[in-house]
Every structure is written in structure tokens, then in C-alpha cells.
């Protein structure tokens, strides 16, 4: 006697829906945080992470933020705008090479990050910085043939900010 297709699913293969399952919550978790930044700071998760790696090096350029965030340089110099027209970052020349632009916090933007909720770059990106290695090349190893079976073509989004796809602008 043949099994049907919903029968065969019922009892056998549930990992697929297990796997899918997780996705939602991974990204249900992370749309929660950045909701709850926005709702603490005024701010949201992209633009908070930003200003949190500006607080760990002196003189960042806009370059270094942008790779630092894994964002193309032109999306991390609109988000700086923003950030410069709020009065939370400034721009600064070099006297030596005018060329050459810092970023720095001001006094609001210190105070803003100081009070923001934890951890600063997203729930997200502080969990995968904090796995095993060897977990996280599985991890990519398996999203990488995950992207293949769905024959994911388009890879614009890969330098998007997580905050801005779930919809926290």
C-alpha cells in the first residue's frame, strides 16, 4: 500500500519544518530587539551598531565603519548623515590631509550608546560573534548549500542591515 505525500510528512520528515521553525524565531528575536532599541533610544539597530563601533576606535573612517558593519560604503555614509544631523557622530578632516575624514561620537551620541539597550550590533551578530568556530564554518557551510538549493541569485541583500530588512527604519 502506497503512503500518501501528507502521510509521509506526518510521520516521517519533520527537520525541514524544524529548520523553518528556528528561522522564524531567529528572526522573530531579532525584530524584537530591534523594536525595543528604537523604543528605549530613538534609534535603530543599524544606527546603533554604527555608533557603537565609532566608540571603539578613535578616528574610524567611514570606510572602516562600513566593513565594520559589513554594509557597502555608500549605505554607511547615508546612515552617517543621519547620525551627523542628529547631533550623535561628527565628521572631522585630518589637519595633516584634508582628505582623510573621522568619525567621533559627541557628548549626545556617548550618552545615547551608554543607555542603549545590549548588545549595541543587534542580538544577531553579538550571538555569532560569541559561537565556536568550528560551529559557525558548519553554520556557514550549511547556509552557503541552503542559498544554493534556493537558487538565490540575487545577492543585493547580503549588504543590507538586518534592522533595515526586518522593517526598522
Known amino acids: 500500500m502506497k503512503r500518501s505525500a501528507a502521510s509521509h510528512r506526518s510521520k516521517g520528515n519533520n527537520l525541514p519544518i524544524a529548520v523553518l521553525m528556528k528561522f522564524r524565531m531567529i528572526v522573530n528575536t531579532a525584530k524584537r530587539h530591534y523594536r525595543w532599541i528604537e523604543?528605549?533610544?530613538?534609534?535603530?539597530?543599524?544606527?546603533?551598531?554604527?555608533?557603537?563601533?565609532?566608540?571603539?576606535?578613535?578616528?574610524?573612517?567611514?570606510?572602516?565603519?562600513?566593513?565594520?558593519?559589513?554594509?557597502?560604503?555608500s549605505t554607511a555614509s547615508n546612515l552617517l548623515d543621519k547620525l551627523v544631523r542628529t547631533g550623535?557622530?561628527?565628521?572631522?578632516r585630518s589637519p595633516e590631509?584634508?582628505?582623510?575624514?573621522?568619525?567621533?561620537?559627541?557628548?549626545?551620541?556617548a550618552a545615547l550608546l551608554k543607555r542603549?539597550?545590549?548588545?549595541?550590533?543587534?542580538?544577531?551578530p553579538e550571538a555569532l560573534h560569541h559561537m565556536p568556530p568550528a560551529a559557525l564554518k558548519k553554520l556557514d557551510a550549511?547556509?552557503?548549500?541552503?542559498?544554493?538549493?534556493?537558487?538565490?541569485?540575487?545577492?543585493?541583500?547580503?549588504?543590507?542591515?538586518?534592522?533595515?530588512?526586518?522593517?526598522?527604519q
Open 39 to 73: 523604543d528605549e533610544c530613538g534609534v535603530n539597530g543599524a544606527h546603533l551598531w554604527a555608533l557603537w563601533e565609532i566608540s571603539r576606535s578613535h578616528g574610524m573612517r567611514v570606510s572602516e565603519l562600513s566593513a565594520a558593519l559589513a554594509m557597502h560604503q
Open 88 to 92: 550623535l557622530v561628527t565628521r572631522n
Open 97 to 109: 590631509d584634508q582628505r582623510v575624514v573621522t568619525l567621533q561620537l559627541t557628548k549626545k551620541g
Open 116 to 124: 542603549a539597550p545590549k548588545p549595541a550590533r543587534g542580538i544577531l
Open 142 to 168: 550549511s547556509l552557503l548549500a541552503l542559498l544554493k538549493h534556493m537558487k538565490a541569485g540575487d545577492r543585493s541583500g547580503k549588504a543590507t542591515p538586518l534592522a533595515l530588512m526586518l522593517g526598522d
